[in-house]
């Protein structure tokens, strides 16, 4: 059972700085890409940024300049470091990771998962 966990959320004040990380157990494979999402109250999700395998990144005009996304492939865990945070910044966050396993019988499978979300309050 592949399973992503998030940790790291909190209460924030406006202008902090937050660090949250997921980790990916189970069995499986690879890790492909990997991605940080959230949802605000009565918004829906929306894309924070990813990271490829390789480290590239790419992130939502919204956090650019005060996201980092960063991952280590060893420990199978994607990091997701916020700074000048602002209310509006307050969400679940979630991870998602596309991740390949071994069906047997020679079959291959890549699924994208989820984390359960982690709360993130910045109060102004």
């Known amino acids: 059972q592949v399973q992503l966990v998030e940790s790291g959320g909190g209460l924030v004040q406006a202008g902090g700085s937050l660090r949250l990380s997921c980790a990916a157990s189970g069995s499986f494979l690879r890790i492909n890409l990997m991605g940080w999402y959230r949802q605000g109250p009565g918004k829906q999700r929306e894309l924070v940024g990813t990271i490829t395998s390789g480290s590239t990144v790419n992130y939502a005009d919204s956090v650019k300049g005060r996201a980092i996304i960063s991952r280590d492939n060893d420990k199978n865990m994607v990091y997701l470091e916020m700074s000048r945070l602002e209310p509006e910044d307050t969400a679940v966050y979630y991870c998602?990771?596309?991740?390949?396993?071994?069906?047997?019988?020679?079959?291959?499978?890549?699924?994208?998962?989820w984390g359960q979300g982690t709360q993130v309050t910045v109060s102004s």
């Open positions: 998602n990771a596309d991740i390949m396993t071994y069906r047997g019988s020679g079959r291959y499978e890549q699924k994208h998962y």
